[in-house]
């Protein structure tokens, strides 16, 4: 049996050779003062998942980094020249932080870790060891003396009173490790308790007291923040830390910003939505659907459901985007005695919603389709061409649905459509352009902003002069209304034959897992569905991603499904996080600009034309004309302003950040860190 505590010294004792120190320059107040900082982190990259999400954070929230591939051959060797030089005969520093694998991942008497430690003492730079173990050269006990290494799955970890007051202050105060399978081992780590110079962030029971799991270790003029437990970008308990992470490591002021985005889009609203049939397996009225002639059914909500939305709404202070069908409503309200309660409530209650242009009757906007074949086709003229919506008719869904609403008092913004099954658009893989005719119509009726399908098309692109704006599916289907209906579809798709379902998910490994046994149909939904659905939704959430998610009306109706998916998102978040970070629920505008700006902003650090530095307490930030910079920085922070200064920014999980650029006569953004 091997002695895994006399491992963990033998270790130690190896990674405190490869740190014998070295000569350095002495660091001052006034040296650091006097240095121009740049802001971007050097992330030194072993391939480890740990490593990859810090980098993912870094990237997708608008930090701009170097990235050193430690097994790349022709990588860059890490001394003074690399780390820092002379501007305009100022010292400058070109990188404001360190994202290491470890507290030395070069290997025993490395001249690099030497150049880091000197250059990080020099100027005050922070590291961050994205993976290691608790021992006494990262300021931890080891685990034998009262701390623990093993599997992590399920620990019910906490924000210490110094995380509250420092980095971590955004969070409620709980950190779960993810447990989602009794299978399959999800995360390993070490805990250890602090020694002399390690305050402890974040912190989990062992036996009778609590070890460390992240925190600060303060020692030879240096700051490393440790963490003791390896993970990948979508754990959530990642997810909870990332920010804290990177607002310690760039010490709460850098380029790029966070938010934690949520919007539901209801599509369908006033039109009646087709029935799954669970004897059929497909949906009667819908395109192939085999035997389902005259067994047609519809879900559509009632005046009690449109009521229950409303006090849905206030009682958790968030708002649905209602995405509406006029002219579907008013084929209903014909064929059903002239009567309509459902639209008599909504329009009544109207100024409680968000409201959005879905097409007068949700017709295919696309080519003309041919139904008779499975797939569908796209018919053609004599000539062989391609058959379309002409651009009349696709402008009279958009103008009708926007007229009718004008008329019953309904607020709309006309640069937002969502087109019904996001037609129009390409459809691969039998429509694979968008309909030519389609930009033109969009640009008759001042159309902007596009809803596409973020399972088909995640990037935001052009549609003429629109662009899109990708929205996240839930999977909670149009075509069911009761939970019974959810379990069962749910399982047509992702049971195997032998557990009656279609086979799907074994004849496609690749995107989709089998069920391991069919779910119960009385309980499936609720106790298997909804919470694997509201962990995808809340990764959203966490991940900063302003993608809007998608239902149908006909998930308000009958059984209400949707309402125990938002309910766990909503309070869960509510739970993890402090009120100073709370969800922001945009429009869809409001997330196509967000998209727009980080594609821009993007691009300009890929060109290498983004200067951004701090020297002392000021910070100057150079973008391309016309590019909007994000930036994030501590509360009392100022904005130079032609004549005087101005708050910066938008408070938000205890910094200030916002898109920003010069101001009027200005060649750069000048903002004035608190003393």
Same mark, same amino acid.
Request: negative net charge; aromatic residues 8%; contains cysteine.
């Given at each position: 049996?091997?002695?895994?505590?006399?491992?963990?010294?033998?270790?130690?004792?190896?990674?405190?050779?490869?740190?014998?120190?070295?000569?350095?320059?002495?660091?001052?107040?006034?040296?650091?003062?006097?240095?121009?900082?740049?802001?971007?982190?050097?992330?030194?990259?072993?391939?480890?998942?740990?490593?990859?999400?810090?980098?993912?954070?870094?990237?997708?929230?608008?930090?701009?980094?170097?990235?050193?591939?430690?097994?790349?051959?022709?990588?860059?060797?890490?001394?003074?020249?690399?780390?820092?030089?002379?501007?305009?005969?100022?010292?400058?520093?070109?990188? /404001?932080?360190?994202?290491?694998?470890?507290?030395?991942?070069?290997?025993?008497?490395?001249?690099?870790?030497?150049?880091?430690?000197?250059?990080?003492?020099?100027?005050?730079?922070?590291?961050?060891?994205?993976?290691?173990?608790?021992?006494?050269?990262?300021?931890?006990?080891?685990?034998?003396?009262?701390?623990?290494?093993?599997?992590?799955?399920?620990?019910?970890?906490?924000?210490?009173?110094?995380?509250?007051?420092?980095?971590?202050?955004?969070?409620?105060?709980?950190?779960?490790?993810?447990?989602?399978?009794?299978?399959?081992?999800?995360?390993?780590?070490?805990?250890?308790?602090?020694?002399?110079?390690?305050?402890?962030?974040?912190?989990?029971?062992?036996?009778?007291?609590?070890?460390?799991?992240?925190?600060?270790?303060?020692?030879?003029?240096?700051?490393?923040?440790?963490?003791?437990?390896?993970?990948?970008?979508? /754990?959530?308990?990642?997810?909870?830390?990332?920010?804290?992470?990177?607002?310690?490591?760039? *010490?709460?002021?850098?380029?790029?910003?966070?938010?934690?985005?949520?919007?539901?889009?209801?599509?369908?609203?006033?039109?009646?939505?087709?029935?799954?049939?669970?004897?059929?397996?497909?949906?009667?009225?819908?395109?192939?659907?085999?035997?389902?002639?005259?067994?047609?059914?519809?879900?559509?909500?009632?005046?009690?459901?449109?009521?229950?939305?409303?006090?849905?709404? *206030?009682?958790?202070?968030?708002?649905?985007?209602?995405?509406?069908?006029?002219?579907?409503?008013?084929?209903?309200?014909?064929?059903?005695?002239?009567?309509?309660?459902?639209?008599?409530?909504?329009?009544?209650?109207?100024?409680?919603?968000?409201?959005?242009?879905?097409?007068?009757?949700?017709?295919?906007?696309?080519?003309?389709?041919?139904?008779?074949?499975?797939?569908?086709?796209?018919?053609?003229?004599?000539?062989?061409?391609?058959?379309?919506?002409?651009?009349?008719?696709?402008?009279?869904?958009?103008?009708?649905?926007?007229?009718?609403?004008?008329?019953?008092?309904?607020?709309?913004?006309?640069?937002?459509?969502?087109?019904?099954?996001?037609?129009?658009?390409?459809?691969?893989?039998?429509?694979?352009?968008?309909?030519?005719?389609?930009?033109?119509?969009?640009?008759?009726?001042?159309?902007?902003?596009?809803?596409?399908?973020?399972?088909?098309?995640?990037?935001?692109?052009?549609?003429?002069?629109?662009?899109?704006?990708?929205?996240?599916?839930?999977?909670?289907?149009?075509?069911?209304?009761?939970?019974?209906?959810?379990?069962?579809?749910?399982?047509?798709?992702?049971?195997?034959?032998?557990?009656?379902?279609?086979?799907?998910?074994?004849?496609?490994?690749?995107?989709?897992?089998?069920?391991?046994?069919?779910?119960?149909?009385?309980?499936?939904?609720?106790?298997?569905?909804?919470?694997?659905?509201?962990?995808?939704?809340?990764?959203?959430?966490?991940?900063?991603?302003?993608?809007?998610?998608?239902?149908? /009306?006909?998930?308000?109706?009958?059984?209400?499904?949707?309402?125990?998916?938002?309910?766990?998102?909503?309070?869960?978040?509510?739970?993890?996080?402090?009120?100073?970070?709370?969800?922001?629920?945009?429009?869809?505008?409001?997330?196509?600009?967000?998209?727009?700006?980080?594609?821009?902003?993007?691009?300009?650090?890929?060109?290498?034309?983004?200067?951004?530095?701090?020297?002392?307490?000021?910070?100057?930030?150079?973008?391309?004309?016309?590019?909007?910079?994000?930036?994030?920085?501590?509360?009392?922070?100022?904005?130079?302003?032609?004549?005087?200064?101005?708050?910066?920014?938008?408070?938000?999980?205890?910094?200030?950040?916002?898109?920003? *650029?010069?101001?009027?006569?200005?060649?750069?953004?000048?903002?004035?860190?608190?003393?």
């Amino acid at each position: 049996m091997v002695n895994k505590n006399r491992m963990n010294r033998i270790a130690a004792a190896m990674a405190a050779a490869a740190l014998v120190s070295v000569a350095v320059p002495a660091a001052t107040a006034q040296a650091a003062t006097a240095a121009r900082i740049d802001l971007k982190v050097l992330v030194v990259d072993d391939g480890g998942s740990s490593v990859e999400a810090i980098t993912a954070e870094l990237r997708d929230t608008g930090v701009p980094y170097t990235r050193v591939q430690l097994g790349s051959s022709g990588r860059p060797v890490i001394d003074a020249g690399f780390l820092s030089d002379t501007v305009d005969g100022r010292p400058r520093a070109k990188y /404001q932080g360190v994202v290491l694998p470890n507290e030395n991942p070069f290997g025993e008497g490395s001249a690099e870790m030497a150049a880091l430690t000197a250059y990080e003492t020099t100027y005050g730079i922070r590291q961050v060891d994205a993976y290691t173990w608790a021992h006494p050269g990262v300021g931890l006990e080891y685990t034998d003396n009262g701390g623990y290494s093993g599997q992590l799955d399920g620990t019910q970890a906490a924000v210490t009173a110094a995380g509250k007051a420092g980095p971590f202050a955004y969070l409620g105060g709980q950190v779960a490790f993810e447990d989602n399978s009794a299978l399959v081992p999800e995360s390993y780590g070490f805990m250890g308790k602090p020694r002399t110079g390690y305050t402890s962030y974040l912190d989990a029971p062992v036996g009778s007291g609590r070890a460390s799991l992240v925190g600060e270790y303060t020692h030879d003029g240096r700051s490393e923040l440790v963490v003791t437990f390896g993970y990948n970008q979508y /754990q959530q308990q990642f997810r909870l830390l990332a920010r804290g992470i990177v607002d310690w490591l760039t *010490q709460g002021v850098h380029l790029g910003q966070s938010r934690s985005y949520f919007a539901v889009h209801v599509d369908d609203v006033f039109a009646p939505d087709a029935r799954w049939s669970k004897e059929l397996n497909c949906t009667p009225g819908d395109y192939a659907c085999a035997g389902g002639e005259g067994k047609e059914s519809t879900i559509r909500m009632t005046a009690a459901d449109a009521v229950y939305a409303a006090q849905w709404q *206030q009682s958790k202070g968030f708002k649905l985007d209602m995405l509406f069908n006029a002219g579907a409503g008013e084929e209903w309200k014909t064929e059903n005695g002239g009567t309509d309660a459902l639209t008599a409530q909504l329009v009544a209650d109207r100024a409680k919603y968000r409201w959005m242009n879905h097409t007068y009757t949700h017709p295919f906007l696309g080519c003309v389709q041919d139904t008779t074949t499975t797939p569908w086709t796209c018919t053609k003229n004599a000539a062989g061409a391609v058959n379309w919506m002409s651009r009349a008719e696709i402008s009279a869904q958009i103008r009708d649905n926007n007229n009718w609403a004008a008329a019953k008092g309904i607020t709309t913004d006309r640069t937002e459509l969502v087109t019904g099954e996001h037609s129009g658009l390409k459809t691969l893989p039998q429509q694979g352009q968008d309909n030519p005719n389609l930009a033109g119509a969009l640009a008759d009726n001042g159309v902007k902003w596009a809803g596409s399908d973020n399972s088909r098309e995640p990037a935001q692109r052009a549609v003429g002069a629109a662009l899109t704006v990708p929205r996240h599916p839930m999977n909670v289907y149009y075509n069911t209304g009761t939970n019974a209906e959810m379990a069962d579809e749910y399982n047509w798709i992702y049971a195997s034959r032998a557990d009656g379902g279609s086979g799907i998910c074994e004849d496609n490994p690749a995107t989709s897992t089998c069920l391991p046994a069919a779910l119960d149909v009385n309980t499936g939904y609720l106790n298997y569905i909804v919470p694997q659905e509201a962990r995808t939704a809340l990764r959203h959430v966490l991940a900063n991603d302003p993608r809007p998610h998608y239902v149908h /009306q006909s998930n308000l109706a009958e059984d209400r499904t949707l309402y125990p998916v938002l309910n766990q998102v909503l309070d869960t978040y509510r739970t993890l996080y402090a009120p100073s970070a709370p969800i922001v629920n945009q429009t869809m505008k409001e997330a196509g600009v967000e998209l727009g700006r980080r594609a821009a902003w993007d691009k300009a650090l890929a060109d290498g034309k983004v200067t951004a530095y701090r020297i002392g307490t000021a910070v100057t930030v150079k973008a391309p004309s016309g590019v909007v910079a994000p930036v994030t920085a501590p509360n009392g922070t100022k904005k130079q302003l032609l004549l005087g200064t101005a708050d910066f920014g938008t408070a938000y999980a205890g910094t200030r950040s916002t898109w920003t *650029q010069p101001e009027l006569l200005q060649s750069a953004v000048t903002l004035k860190l608190p003393a």
